[in-house]
T-cell receptor
């Protein structure tokens, strides 16, 4: 079975540009999570969706960040305009929703560098 | 304020010996605890979990112990192998499937042969 797929794997862009990160969750998983990893703060939750509906976006750092999940098989995380301090590794994860707790499965991340 | 803490940034162990990674938490509402392993340039991979109603869970060489009164959990790897060298993250959740995880900052384990 295919795991969580993220694209691009690497993104280098100049400050002020729009950045769009993409995620395809595991088929049948109705919960999708976006995390960011930095040296200072470790792995922190940005936002998560259940059944395509945003449940908690309190981790989104600023209005420059937005996330969408138009259908069960696709999500985007957008940064506009991007700033150097947004440089980090962004992970997407998915899991089943409801019932007995099950672990989240992570993609391999997008390494974002804002110059 | 960190709700999940891994106070040791790194740990070095010889092959064949036991590795013990520790994790402390502050939120009494957490009811599931997980350990993830991460290699460079890859995403975290689920390793083992434990429910708050248990105090031990074992899977092959990996055992997780939970001490609720101390709000402490640990991961034991016996015997340690060079392939176990990675960053280990402790994570916790309060709720059923589909709720977010709170992660510790990780411990880098190095197993030398």
């Amino acid at each position: 079975d295919a795991g969580v797929i993220q694209s691009p794997r690497h993104e280098v862009t100049e400050m002020g540009q729009e950045v769009t990160l993409r995620c395809k969750p595991i088929s049948g998983h109705n919960s999708l999570f976006w995390y960011r990893q930095t040296m200072m703060r470790g792995l922190e939750l940005l936002i998560y969706f259940n059944n395509n509906v945003p449940i908690d976006d309190s981790g989104m750092p600023e209005d420059r960040f937005s996330a969408k999940m138009p259908n069960a098989s696709f999500s985007t995380l957008k940064i506009q305009p991007s700033e150097p301090r947004d440089s980090a590794v962004y992970f997407c994860a998915s899991s089943p929703t409801g019932g007995i707790f099950q672990p989240q499965h992570f993609g391999d991340g997008t390494r974002l560098s804002i110059l | 304020d960190q709700q999940v803490k891994q106070n040791s940034p790194s740990l070095s162990v010889q092959e064949g010996r036991i590795s013990i990674l520790n994790c402390d938490y502050t939120n009494s509402m957490f009811d599931y605890f997980l350990w993830y392993k991460k290699y460079p340039a890859e995403g975290p991979t689920f390793l083992i979990s434990i429910s708050s109603i248990k105090d031990k869970n074992e899977d092959g060489r990996f055992t997780v112990f939970l001490n609720k009164s101390a709000k402490h959990l640990s991961l034991h790897i016996v015997p340690s192998q060079p392939g176990d060298s990675a960053v280990y993250f402790c994570a916790a959740s309060a709720g059923q499937a589909g709720t977010a995880l709170i992660f510790g900052k990780g411990t880098t384990l190095s197993v030398s042969s």
